[in-house]
């Protein structure tokens, strides 16, 4: 993928994931964004953020249970270490799944809800 293509999709999910956030929030989840990355301080030191590699874009709760959405852009997948959290998280009693859209994601929430 070139570089101006990432970018794309990066300012693309920039604009879904608030659409997505609040969606969810109307239905009553509360979701806040999960930054993963490292940086490096000015005096060189590397800092970790967000909860781990693969875990999902907005996380937080749905009527008592974990809830993780990974955001994607139309016709995007996640990556293998992501779905493994998504996976992981509806093994473990929560609710987790991947959205490109506030519709499709307030439709997967109703539909993992429910269970």
């Not at 989840?29 to 590699?53: E, H, M, P, Q």
């Not at 799944?97 to 307030?106: D, G, I, L, N, R």
């Amino acid at each position: 993928m070139k570089q101006s293509q990432v970018k794309q999709s990066r300012s693309e999910v920039n604009v879904i994931m608030p659409e997505i956030q609040c969606a969810l929030s109307r239905e009553g989840a509360r979701v806040f964004r999960n930054n993963v990355g490292l940086f490096t301080t000015i005096d060189g030191r590397k800092v970790r953020t967000g909860l781990c590699v693969g875990s999902a874009d907005l996380i937080g709760w749905y009527k008592g249970r974990f809830l993780a959405c990974e955001v994607k852009v139309p016709g995007k997948k996640p990556k293998p270490h992501q779905q493994n959290f998504l996976d992981q998280v509806n093994l473990s009693g929560g609710i987790g799944f991947y959205a490109t859209s506030a519709e499709e994601s307030v439709d997967k929430l109703r539909e993992f809800g429910e269970g």
